[in-house]
T-cell receptor
Framework: DAGVIQSPRHEVTEMGQEVTLRCKPI?????LFWYRQTMMRGLELLIY????????DSGMPEDRFSAKMPNASFSTLKIQPSEPRDSAVYFC????????????FGEGSRLTVL | DQQVKQNSPSLSVQEGRISILNCDYT??????FLWYKKYPAEGPTFLIS?????DKNEDGRFTVFLNKSAKHLSLHIVPSQPGDSAVYFC???????????????FGQGTILTVHP
């Protein structure tokens, strides 16, 4: 079975550039989450969707960050403009509503902003 | 404000012995707790969970203990195997039965190394 698929796996960009991270959740899952992992803050939730609708975006650090889920099989996290402090590993996860907290994570997208 | 804390950055254990990973939390409203395991270059994978109405949950070699009065949970791995070497994260959920069921607050992680 295909797991959560994220792309790109690695991204190196320069400050000020736009970055788009992509995620394909597991088919049939109705929740999708974007998490970010940094040395300073660990793993933190940015935003999550239920049935393609954003439910809670209180973790999105600022207006430079935006996320969309146009359909059940695709989501994007966009950073515009990017800054060096955005450097982190961004994880997408999905789940089916019955399993409390049992999320299936992708392999992550490592972002480096120079 | 770190609501979920794993105070030991690393733990080294001999194969066959018990591994005990600890986690403390500050918010008494957390009502569900989980442990995730993470290998390098992979995403975290769910390991085991426990509801706040229980004090123990067991799954094979893995047991999670919850002490609500102390706001402390621990993960026991018996016996430890070299393949258990990974980063272990504890996580907590507020109002697990509501809309925030997937809104996990993670600890910083503990690196477990199991030596053959």
């Amino acid at each position: 079975d295909a797991g959560v698929i994220q792309s790109p796996r690695h991204e190196v960009t320069e400050m000020g550039q736009e970055v788009t991270l992509r995620c394909k959740p597991i088919s049939g899952h109705d929740y999708l989450f974007w998490y970010r992992q940094t040395m300073m803050r660990g793993l933190e939730l940015l935003i999550y969707f239920n049935n393609n609708v954003p439910i809670d975006d209180s973790g999105m650090p600022e207006d430079r960050f935006s996320a969309k889920m146009p359909n059940a099989s695709f989501s994007t996290l966009k950073i515009q403009p990017s800054e060096p402090r955005d450097s982190a590993v961004y994880f997408c996860a999905s789940s089916y509503g019955m399993g409390v907290g049992e999320l299936f994570f992708g392999e992550g997208s490592r972002l480096t902003v120079l | 404000d770190q609501q979920v804390k794993q105070n030991s950055p690393s733990l080294s254990v001999q194969e066959g012995r018990i591994s005990i990973l600890n986690c403390d939390y500050t918010n008494s409203m957390f009502d569900y707790f989980l442990w995730y395991k993470k290998y390098p270059a992979e995403g975290p994978t769910f390991l085991i969970s426990i509801s706040s109405i229980k004090d123990k949950n067991e799954d094979g070699r893995f047991t999670v203990f919850l002490n609500k009065s102390a706001k402390h949970l621990s993960l026991h791995i018996v016996p430890s195997q070299p393949g258990d070497s990974a980063v272990y994260f504890c996580a907590a959920i507020l109002n697990a039965g509501g809309t925030s069921y997937g809104k996990l607050t993670f600890g910083q992680g503990t690196i477990l190394t199991v030596h053959p």
